[in-house]
Each structure stands twice: as structure tokens, then as C-alpha cells.
């Protein structure tokens, strides 16, 4: 949480000094969370968080060069008792995936800033680090102990390609609603664009 706090904060200083620059300078800040049960008693669950920020540089009124940061926390826990021999079993397994990544791309939108609804659309180039970490829970039946097993983290780093669809409800000369549908995806692997979608709520400033 920290970590993203300061990249959101070195977004907004950017802006400050960049804004001169241009004609028109769009920030978006976003937010989306997802829960999900499964498993016949419920006790295994899958929770994810995503925040994002953008700045906008419009060259045009409608075309800007945009710059993002996007962070997702995915976190699997599983409950289910599997008989590893006849001393141990394993209780429980939680898996923590962390992905981050910055883009710089094109967007283009299809009504002025004026206009009540002002949907567009975002295209460029994203560079995705990915760090997932698992941690075990074992018990022994004949002490009933329980220990933890964890794994080193494993890390990733990919070239990547971001794309969004974004509708901003004007609230304000300056204040929008805005939704977006996200996605990011390794460079050239388009089939699977639809593989890792983000569904987010949040505001845009025009400064």
C-alpha cells in the first residue's frame, strides 16, 4: 500500500510540471475490487484489488499521449484438507500474486471535454512486473502441530500491451465519473486481451 501511494504521488507531481507544457491535462485516479466464494463449505475464496492513475497530455482536443501506473493484489486462499501420507496433511495454501505496471500509449476520445458523456479509448506499450508468492499450512496428526511452509518469491518481468475503454460522466467544467474496462496483456499474445479484464470506478480532474 505504501509502495503504490508513492508512485500515485510522483504521477500527481508530474502533472504539476508538465501541465505548462500542454494545452489540456487530464489526471485519473481508479479503483476496483472483486470477491469470490467457492468450494462446496465456501471457505475458499479469491480477493482482488486494483488501483490506477493516468495523466492525459492532450496534444489536440480530442488526442492525448498518455502515461499510467496500474497496481493489482490477488489473493487465493484455499481450506481443503488433502492427506499428504500418514503423519502430515496439508490444511490450508495461500497464494499472493502482486502485478504492477507502467504504460505509455495513445488515447483518443470521441467527444470534447465539454460533452456530457465523453467515452474513449486507450492503446500503447506497458512494461508488467509480477511477483507471486505461495505459503502452506501442514499438520501433524500424531502431535497436531501446525507449521507453515513458504516458497522464495518468484518475479517477472514482461514487455506488455495495455488497452481501455473508458465513459466519463461530467460532474463539473472539471470533475468527471469515470468508468473504465482494462486490460493488459504480453506484447503480441492478443488472443489473450480478454484473459485478464479490469472493471474500475473513479474520477478525472482536467486541470
Known amino acids: 500500500m505504501k509502495e503504490m501511494m508513492k508512485r500515485m504521488i510522483l504521477f500527481f507531481l508530474a502533472a ?11 489526471l485519473n485516479g481508479e479503483y476496483g475490487f472483486s470477491t469470490q466464494k467457492y468450494g462446496s463449505d465456501r471457505s475458499n475464496e479469491i480477493n482482488s484489488t486494483t488501483f490506477g492513475g493516468a495523466i492525459a497530455l492532450y496534444l489536440f482536443d480530442t488526442t492525448a499521449i498518455e502515461v499510467n501506473y496500474s ?24 497464494n499472493n500474486v502482486l502485478v504492477y505496471s507502467y504504460g505509455v500509449g495513445i488515447r483518443q476520445a470521441f467527444a470534447s ?3 456530457r458523456f465523453r467515452p474513449s479509448i486507450s492503446l500503447g506499450y506497458a512494461r508488467q512486473f509480477i511477483r507471486d508468492t505461495t505459503r502452506a499450512s501442514f499438520r501433524n496428526n500424531t502431535t497436531g502441530a ?8 518468484t518475479k517477472l518481468r514482461d514487455d506488455s500491451v495495455f488497452g481501455s475503454f473508458n465513459i466519463e460522466l461530467r460532474l463539473t467544467q472539471r470533475l468527471s465519473l469515470r468508468g473504465s474496462v482494462k486490460t493488459i496483456f504480453r506484447a503480441f499474445e492478443f ?5 485478464n479484464l479490469r472493471y474500475l470506478i473513479g474520477f478525472s480532474w482536467f486541470l
Open 16 to 26: 504539476t510540471f508538465c501541465s505548462p507544457c500542454f494545452a489540456l491535462v487530464e
Open 71 to 94: 497496481q493489482t493484489e490477488t489473493l487465493t486462499t484455499e481450506n481443503n484438507t488433502i492427506s499428504i501420507d500418514s503423519t502430515f496433511d496439508l490444511i490450508s495454501q495461500e
Open 113 to 115: 471535454r465539454k460533452a
Open 146 to 153: 501446525i507449521f507453515d511452509v513458504s516458497e522464495s518469491p
Open 191 to 195: 488472443d489473450r486481451a480478454q484473459d
